[in-house]
Each structure stands twice: as structure tokens, then as C-alpha cells.
């Protein structure tokens, strides 16, 4: 890779762009596509587009019968957390180490401080507004934490009107049943409803917040990778 390519690709993995490294293996010339280029061709666009869906390398054959190998390299994903409460702390730290870009929402500051969550992002607007800010996308990850309908029904709201990957939602049963009533009254499909996790995490018995995280963590993985 020659130097002004590979500035181009740090600068974009810096600005967090979704890009490809297509690498014609013939002769070896390179170039750098992003899926939004209308200026390559249609079927590099397709291809690529689908490399950063999948989020791995494939070699794909041009018409002219060339062979490329497109690299991929997407910004880190994201987790969304709505409550800032003890359940979360475990769950940012083990998303972050799992390389996630970790959100905390939560207008309670006194909840959401640096000190209860080192080094992650604290948004401390309302979720509606908070949500609509950061347009979770197909590589996020939303739950919501806080047990709080006037909280939780918001994200909720936003996370349904999204391509996001996985909605996670805590609390037992009767309070999910509340939760899918108030949604259903909302306007909500019984589809679109079925998004969402919950209870939240998968079923391993945990008791304690770090148990509980790792089976959010574990349900979140498996629904990414599945």
C-alpha cells in the first residue's frame, strides 16, 4: 500500500467512514471505495456494500473477468446503553473490552458521572433526544437499563424506528408484557415489538449485575453473529 493511501485509510478509520481496500490481484493496484462513491462502478458499490455488511474479506470477479479482493473496514460497533445503573457499569466495561464504542444515557447526572463510568461517553439529554442524536445504525446495539417507562419507552421508540442490530430491554416478564401493552397502544407492530429482548440477556441463571451483563454481552454477541 503506497503512503497516500494509507493516510487516506487512517483518516477515515479516524472519522469513523465505512470503507473497502479493493486490491486487484492481477497487478496489484489498490484503491480505497466507500459506498456512498457514485463515481465507481455499480457493481463494486454492490460488492462492497455486501464486504461491509458481512464485515469480511471476499474476492469478487469484475466483468471484465479481473479478480478483486475486498477488505473491509468498518467502524467499531456501538452499544447504546439507556441507565446508568449498577447493571451498566459491568456491561460497558466488558462491551469495551469486546471493542465496542460505548454510549451511557441517562439525564440523572448524578447517576452518569465519570466517576461510576471511566473513559465512556455520558450523554445526559433525555433518550428521545439523546437517540435521535446519535441514529443508531446497523452495527448498534441498544438496551435500556432503567425499569423507568418514561426513560426506557422512549429509546425503545427510537431503537424500533432504526436498523439497529439488537434491542435489549431489562426486567421480568410482567414488566415486558406492560412494555409490549404500552408499545402496542403506541402503534407498534407485534413484529416489530418481537425485536426486542426481553427479558434481556440470555438465560444462564445470573444473579449478579456482572452476571447479568455477561448474559446481555453473550445474547448481544450471539445475535451479531448468528
Do not use: C
Not at 484503491?31 to 456494500?49: G, R
Not at 457499569?89 to 469495551?96: V, Y
Amino acid at each position: 500500500m503506497d503512503a497516500a493511501l494509507l493516510r487516506e485509510l487512517v483518516a477515515a478509520r479516524a472519522e469513523k467512514r465505512p470503507t473497502v481496500l479493493a486490491t486487484r490481484l492481477t497487478d496489484g493496484i489498490q484503491k480505497l471505495v466507500y459506498p456512498s462513491d457514485k463515481s465507481q462502478d455499480s457493481w463494486l458499490i454492490k460488492a462492497v456494500s455486501e464486504a461491509l455488511a458481512g464485515d469480511k474479506g471476499a474476492v469478487i470477479a469484475a466483468p471484465d473477468g479481473a479478480e478483486w479482493f475486498l477488505n473491509p473496514f468498518n467502524p467499531p460497533l456501538r452499544l447504546i446503553l439507556v441507565g446508568a445503573v449498577h447493571i451498566a457499569q459491568p456491561l460497558a466495561a466488558i462491551a469495551s473490552l469486546a471493542g465496542y464504542d460505548v454510549t451511557v444515557v441517562d439525564p440523572r447526572t448524578s447517576f452518569a458521572s465519570s466517576e461510576r463510568f471511566p473513559g465512556m461517553t455520558l450523554v445526559t439529554d433525555w433518550p428521545d433526544e439523546a437517540m435521535a442524536a446519535l441514529a443508531p445504525d446497523a452495527r448498534t446495539a441498544i438496551v435500556t437499563l432503567t425499569h423507568d417507562p418514561k426513560l426506557d419507552d422512549p429509546a425503545l421508540k427510537a431503537a424500533l424506528a432504526s436498523p439497529a442490530f439488537y434491542i435489549g430491554a431489562l426486567g421480568s416478564k410482567k414488566t415486558h408484557a406492560a412494555r409490549v401493552a404500552r408499545l402496542s397502544e403506541a402503534g407498534f407492530t407485534e413484529s416489530g415489538i418481537a425485536r426486542i429482548h426481553g427479558p434481556v440477556g440470555l438465560a444462564i441463571g445470573a444473579k449478579s449485575p456482572a452476571e447479568i451483563a455477561i448474559s446481555i454481552m453473550a445474547e448481544i454477541t450471539e445475535t451479531l453473529r448468528t
